[in-house]
């Protein structure tokens, strides 16, 4: 069984941090909850004590992703996994608000937090915005693909999905079809961060309000193919690609493939190579755009 059961939260460095922080208090509808020493900001989406944060930088970009752990798995027990993996861990406490120990790890570039427990004060669902249920998942760009990968699967137990060969692998450690997206690029970087919406007319809200914020739609609405997630891409101020979904596929581990749905291409939709044809035009737009991912 997977060692995480989901993203808890993703920090951003930012060298606009007004223009961003109205962006997600405004435009995505997350709540503000607290301020932090070097002027980081933390929102709740609606029952954690945060699942963003942002963080003054003079480069912006992802700074750290983080992982809650599974029921069964401690924190000691994750830094012995982490350790064994040849990784040098650090076990930190109360760095972070709502989140009294951590153990941080850095793997291929990228850094990741293990947690098991984020205060809940639950400030609730934003009155305004796009007020997504929850972060849903994120892709990873890295020059160091297969080793990332087989980080995620040999020592946190992912199982992978679907594959574009050689390309992108989608991994998950709980029900959705992916929680992660891996691509094979020449940089180490954040590709896109995704909310999940409530259902296909959430889409149309929030196509709706992102107009309105004049934050132009990149791609979408659609259905994608691997996943077969409804989804939307834009932009937010700090040029992160931000993904808007609904209707992901729902992986059934204890039988290999995915529950039934009048879309899917075959019956049972198990996990399985897809050709890089099927990839569709979100390939184009942006997986080799690497200048604007």
């Known amino acids: 069984m997977p060692g995480v059961f989901r993203i808890g939260y993703i920090e951003f460095g930012s060298a606009q941090m007004e223009t961003e922080l109205a962006y997600y208090k405004d435009v995505i509808g997350a709540t503000a909850v607290a301020t932090g020493p070097g002027g980081v900001h933390y929102l709740s989406l609606g029952l954690d004590h945060h699942n963003i944060a942002l963080r003054p930088a003079g480069q912006p970009g992802l700074q750290v992703t983080g992982y809650q752990l599974a029921k069964d798995v401690s924190l ?144 979408g609405p659609s259905r994608h193919t691997a996943g077969h997630n409804y989804a939307s891409y834009h932009y937010d101020p700090d040029n992160t690609l931000v993904e808007l979904y609904a209707d992901m596929d729902v992986f059934l581990p204890d039988l290999g493939f995915f529950e039934p749905r009048p879309w899917h291409e075959f019956l049972p939709q198990r996990p399985r190579v897809w050709p890089l044809s099927e990839l569709n035009a979100w390939h184009t737009n942006f997986e080799f755009n690497f200048a604007a991912a």
Not at 90 to 114: H, I, M, W, Y
Not at 135 to 159: C, N, Q, W
């Open 76 to 219: 000691s027990a994750m830094f012995g996994l982490l350790t064994q993996a040849g990784l040098k861990p650090e076990q930190k406490t109360d760095s972070r608000p709502g989140v009294p120990a951590l153990v941080a790890a850095e793997v291929c570039g990228f850094n990741f937090e293990f947690f098991a427990e984020n205060a809940m004060p639950a400030p609730g669902f934003g009155k305004a915005g796009i007020v997504p249920n929850r972060v849903g998942h994120v892709a990873y760009l890295s020059p160091e693909a297969p080793k990332l990968i087989g980080f995620f699967t040999d020592v946190l137990g992912f199982y992978k999905t679907d594959w574009f060969e050689d390309v992108a692998t989608f991994l998950t450690c709980n029900h959705d079809h992916h929680v992660l997206n891996i691509i094979n690029a020449p940089v180490t970087k954040l590709h896109h961060i995704a909310f999940e919406m409530r259902g296909g007319s959430h889409q149309y809200v929030a196509s709706d309000q992102l107009a309105k914020a004049n934050l132009p739609i990149v791609w």
